[in-house]
């Protein structure tokens, strides 16, 4: 498969999913009407931060896989925290999990450590992208527990 391919699969197998998630709780996502803290943003910030932040997955996973350096166990960590990342609005928003969501989204912040480190083992550029989503799944994680705290 030419790099070209590989890195339009790569950026689009995140965005696509990313989507598709959004599109299924599009109808029951609250924020507007929770209590929120000070320093929570406005909701418009959302699709936009994750749609930069699938595509720099895409890219750091697909720096990997076009130089041969995707193995089975980045592979594993890669697809394991998107499955994380992608279930957690699931139980945030359709099934108002609010403390759930926060346990969720913990193992989801190690999933991503560990997968920019495995990354970062293999290729610095591949690993250093993954910085901004570190920072925001860090920040998703203080936001979520302090609106399960104002709202339980």
Excluded: C, H
């Excluded at 996973?61 to 960590?77: E, K, Q, T, V």
């Excluded at 697809?79 to 279930?87: A, E």
């Excluded at 403390?99 to 560990?114: K, R, S, T």
């Amino acid at each position: 498969m030419s790099k070209f391919k590989i890195y339009l699969k790569s950026i689009l197998v995140p965005v696509i999913l990313g989507s598709i998630v959004g599109f299924i709780i599009s109808g029951t996502i609250d924020y507007n009407s929770l209590i929120k803290p000070s320093f929570a943003p406005p909701s418009i910030l959302f699709p936009i931060v994750w749609s930069i932040l699938y595509v720099l997955m895409g890219v750091s996973y697909g720096i990997l896989d076009s130089n041969n350096l995707a193995d089975s166990n980045i592979n594993f960590i890669y697809y394991l925290q998107l499955i994380f990342n992608l279930l957690w609005p699931i139980i945030f928003f359709v099934f108002e999990a609010r403390l759930f969501a926060f346990l969720w989204i913990i193992i989801l912040d190690v999933l991503v450590i560990i997968m920019a480190v495995k990354f970062y083992k293999k290729n610095k550029i591949a690993g250093l992208l993954q910085i901004p989503y570190i920072a925001w799944s860090l920040f998703a994680t203080y936001l979520n527990f302090s609106i399960y705290l104002l709202n339980k």
